[in-house]
């Protein structure tokens, strides 16, 4: 078994704000919107810790880096884009444009961390 992968991600702490947020909205959502499974529960455990290592990394003192497992990468990857689709149905639009763009930058970062695949090949 091939060790796991990890990446850093370099943030502003307004993004740290928006990550904890789309962490416990993720959450929220996966608990009224998607079937009891292990998967769900894999990607609410991973939303969780993100959340708590990210309001401790909050607390904390720049530089802020988040070290993320290629599995978390993975969750994040797909947990955006769900939060994303959340925001697009709120009603307040002033600050839907504004979480989306945060989220959206993020989401940006992740997919120019090379994969999993990209940097064992090298």
């Keep these: ?5 990890h990446y850093t991600l370099s943030l502003e702490p307004l993004q740290i704000t928006v990550l904890i947020g789309a962490c416990e909205d993720y959450r929220a ?19 969780q810790a993100m959340e708590g290592r990210l309001i401790e990394m909050r607390e904390g003192s720049a530089p802020y880096v988040l070290s993320v497992s ?18 697009n149905r709120m009603q307040r639009i002033d600050t839907r444009a504004q979480m989306i763009a945060n989220l959206a930058r993020i989401l940006i970062l992740l997919g120019r961390m090379p994969s999993y ?4 090949a090298s």
Excluded: F, G
């Design 1 to 5: 078994m091939m060790p796991d992968q």
């Design 29 to 47: 959502y996966a608990w009224e919107e998607i079937a009891p499974s292990e998967a769900r529960n894999y990607m609410m455990r991973t939303a």
């Design 70 to 87: 290629s599995h978390e990468k993975q969750c994040l990857v797909a947990i955006l884009p769900t939060v994303i689709k959340t925001y």
């Design 117 to 120: 695949h990209q940097a064992s």
